[in-house]
């Protein structure tokens, strides 16, 4: 499937992905995160059942400290 | 446009800043200068010696909460800013209450527990308000790895990489030019971009 992530366009195995399977596919390691799917907010609470379809626009901050 | 019709126009919005540390004092005080009035600020901390190497602080402010000091020294550069303090710890119902009526939410905090509970509380209450986030800023020099990357309405300011540790402590210039890359986006969000 092709997701947009983070503006740019990914082509991802698979029809449907967790929020956490993608970040597995991605190797995103980074354990402090904002995640918004089409502009929705998703909760770290619902990594696990949040779904990743095709043609999603997703976002994947992750947060560093300092300031 | 004429740096009056700039204020003129700045004069019309507010802005909330949560944190008031290397990035918030500065930003702060940039804004002022460019003309913002009404401005929110919160933060729960009181000015120490080690955040005179970056922060909008002077040496006889040590001790002080950091909302009155930064209030105080606001005044000097605009003794008529409209400034709402808060000296709290920024919680759910708190950021939601203090930030409604913001046009710009400026994402000024140091630790990235307390970010992310600021960015999802804004995103779930204000799905469209915009948010100017700095990640990424400890350490000097790297000029041009710092960078402002827009999701959605979350403008991220920063290099988006160099977190603080006792080997790579924020320092004034860098910490800095994100607190004024903030700013700079601020205005672009209320000006609109400049042609």
């Known amino acids: ?67 | 446009m004429t740096l009056e019709q700039i204020k003129e126009k700045l004069s019309k919005y507010t802005v909330g800043i949560a944190g008031a540390g290397g990035l918030g004092s500065n930003c702060a005080a940039s804004l002022v200068r460019a003309g913002i009035v009404r401005m929110f600020i919160a933060d729960f901390d009181v000015v120490s010696e080690s955040n005179l190497n970056r922060q909008f602080y002077f040496a006889d402010q040590l001790g002080c909460k950091k909302v009155d000091a930064l209030a105080e020294n606001l005044h000097r550069i605009n003794p008529l800013l409209e400034l709402t303090i808060l000296d709290k710890k920024l919680e759910a119902p708190t950021i939601v209450t203090l930030f409604t009526t913001c046009d710009v939410i400026v994402e000024a905090f140091d630790d990235k527990l307390q970010k992310q509970l600021l960015i999802e509380t804004i995103l779930e209450h204000f799905p469209t308000k915009p948010i100017v986030i700095g990640s990424g800023m400890a350490g000097w020099g790297s000029n041009n790895l710092l960078k402002t990357e827009v999701l959605d309405n979350m403008y991220i300011c920063g290099d988006q990489a160099t977190e603080i540790s006792p080997d790579c402590p924020p320092i004034g210039p860098r910490v800095g030019i994100v607190a004024n890359m903030q700013a700079n986006q601020v205005l672009e969000l209320l000006l609109g971009k400049m042609k």
């Open chain 1, 1 to 67: 499937m092709e997701i947009l992530l983070n503006n740019r366009p990914e082509v991802i195995e698979g029809n449907l992905l967790t929020v956490n399977e993608l970040l597995a596919v991605k190797k995103f390691t980074f354990r402090m995160l904002v995640i918004k799917i089409n502009g929705e907010l998703v909760k770290k609470d619902n990594y696990s059942n949040a779904l990743i379809k095709n043609g999603d626009n997703v976002t994947v901050l992750h947060l560093i400290s300092g300031g």
